[in-house]
């Protein structure tokens, strides 16, 4: 390479440096460049952006298609914008939503802004299971999720954020409780869904796969929908199979999506009782996976294991209630190996991960009558685990609550231990007391017993009787 060429990519590095602030950091006067960051990686040099929308994003120098685009840093933007995405990267999605609350509030007359923090905000809450909002540790009060999109949509009609939000809508206002309201949304989603296609598809075959993969997130947004329905009792349990089954198919080139949706359907079968089908459907995945292993089937396996286990616990506890106590401890034994496989196999997927560890812990504590050695013990460290490695887990109150439960009557059984232990300490002692350096003195004890068969005086003869209750 030319000292001349050397010399521009030298530059040229050092110029991009300075035009991508690290995450967190307050932009700087010759900061104002925007970037543009690719799913493929292969950006853009910074510039800046005249026009965005859901089909393109025009820049100083060319453009690029809205489904290329994985995210867009204004160079104008505050640090808190920049922390609240390193946040949400990390899970750490309430203290993600009080960075993109902050930023746009030091952001005024930004319109970028209100649609860019508002959608973060609904993202993180909404990915946090916060659906109907809270109020953070410093008193700042949270509206709903649903609140935040409608307001980021209110902000850019044409946002390239829309086909997400449309989806998620339905989702929060159900979980709200609005079902009709979530029922609205829908239709609105599917006939804004429509447009999509035909605004985009013409312009660039991308944007297909984009299409598609939101109408198998609607589709599972109906299911969701159905399943409150279905515990307000206004839905039929067919119902809400048929729409679980719908959205199977629907996501089916998508593994993340698919694993979900088939997570969906099982949870439905052992919602409506149909154990022996959800097991049986659990075991076709299981087993096609282990005579033909794809990487596109293991999302599909942690939910699969989970069902096998949740209809084998549905099952024990019937039994039990029938007081069919041999086959309620052999389902609760299969249902306990499920879950312990999740926590064997699938240690990296946190949502299975924290709800394997909750269920074994009830399997163990179900057995404690056949297993009483160990079974309370292992129930409390699984449910323990969530506590301190799971605490923003949906499954950590109840996590709680049943060690507070077991626990309440711990103190007894300690109490009568530590009575008996110095009874059973003790006893060992006496039996290995040959092997000890005690024995020639332990030996010379039958000896002086023997002095009273011989003529001996009386005062000897008191001896023995003082040592009599040490002997016992």
């Known amino acids: 390479m030319k000292m001349g060429s050397m010399t521009r990519l030298v530059v040229g590095m050092a110029l991009l440096a300075v035009a991508a602030p690290r995450a967190g950091e307050a932009p700087q006067p010759d900061e104002e460049l925007d970037v543009i960051i690719k799913h493929d990686g292969r950006n853009p040099p910074p510039t800046k952006i005249s026009q965005e929308n859901y089909i393109q994003i025009t820049?100083?120098?060319?453009?690029?298609?809205?489904?290329?685009?994985?995210?867009?840093l204004y160079g104008n933007r505050a640090a808190d914008y920049s922390t609240a995405l390193d946040k949400l990267d990390s899970g750490k999605y309430r203290l993600a939503a009080l960075h993109f609350q902050r930023a746009l509030d030091s952001m005024p007359g930004q319109k970028w802004a209100v649609e860019y923090c508002n959608y973060g905000i609904a993202n993180a809450l909404y990915m946090n299971g916060d659906y109907k909002g809270f109020t953070g540790k410093s008193g700042n009060v949270y509206s709903p999720p649903s609140v935040y999109f409608k307001r980021a949509l209110d902000a850019k009609?044409?946002?390239?954020?829309?086909?997400?939000?449309?989806t998620k809508l339905p989702v929060c206002l159900a979980e709200e409780g609005k079902l009709e309201e979530a029922e609205?949304?829908?239709?609105?989603?599917?006939?804004?869904?429509?447009?999509?296609?035909?605004?985009?598809?013409?312009?660039a075959d991308g944007f297909r796969d984009v299409a598609d993969r939101a109408a198998g997130q609607l589709a599972m947004a109906d299911a969701r929908l159905a399943e409150q329905k279905f515990a307000a009792k206004k839905e039929t349990p067919s119902n809400v199979k048929d729409k679980w089954m719908t959205a199977r198919t629907k996501c089916k080139n998508f593994p993340d999506l698919a694993g979900e949706s088939f997570d969906g359907l099982l949870r439905t079968l052992v919602a409506i009782k149909e154990y022996d089908t959800a097991i049986a459907e659990?075991?076709?995945?299981?087993?096609?996976?282990?005579?033909?292993?794809?990487?596109?089937?293991?999302?599909l396996l942690p939910g699969a294991y989970m069902v096998?286990?949740?209809?084998?616990?549905?099952?024990?506890?019937e039994y039990k209630a029938?007081?069919?106590?041999?086959?309620?401890?052999?389902?609760?034994a299969n249902a306990r190996w499920a879950f312990t496989h999740v926590l064997g196999q699938f240690f990296d997927n946190d949502e299975h991960v924290a709800a394997a560890h909750y269920y074994a812990g009830v399997c163990y504590d179900e057995l404690r009558k056949v297993e009483p050695a160990d079974a309370g013990e292992k129930a409390e460290r699984h449910w323990s685990i969530i506590v301190s490695s799971f605490p923003r887990s949906a499954i950590r109150e109840d996590a709680e609550k049943e060690l507070a439960r077991v626990r309440a009557s711990a103190p007894p059984k300690e109490d009568t231990k530590k009575e008996d232990a110095p009874k059973k300490e003790d006893a060992p002692k006496k039996e290995?007391?040959?092997r000890k350096e005690d024995v020639p003195k332990k030996e010379d004890a039958p000896k002086k017993e023997d002095g009273p068969k011989k003529e001996t005086p009386p005062k000897k003869e008191s001896a023995p009787k003082k040592e009599e209750p040490k002997a016992k």
């Open 59 to 72: 820049h100083k120098v060319g453009k690029v298609y809205a489904f290329q685009v994985k995210d867009i």
């Open 157 to 166: 009609a044409d946002s390239r954020f829309i086909l997400d939000i449309l």
């Open 184 to 203: 609205t949304a829908l239709k609105e989603a599917d006939a804004r869904l429509k447009k999509y296609r035909d605004d985009t598809i013409k312009v």
């Open 282 to 299: 659990a075991e076709t995945v299981i087993n096609k996976y282990k005579k033909e292993p794809d990487n596109k089937q293991l999302p």
């Open 308 to 317: 096998q286990g949740k209809a084998h616990l549905a099952r024990g506890y």
């Open 322 to 332: 029938k007081k069919q106590e041999l086959l309620a401890n052999e389902a609760f």
């Open 432 to 434: 290995d007391g040959p």
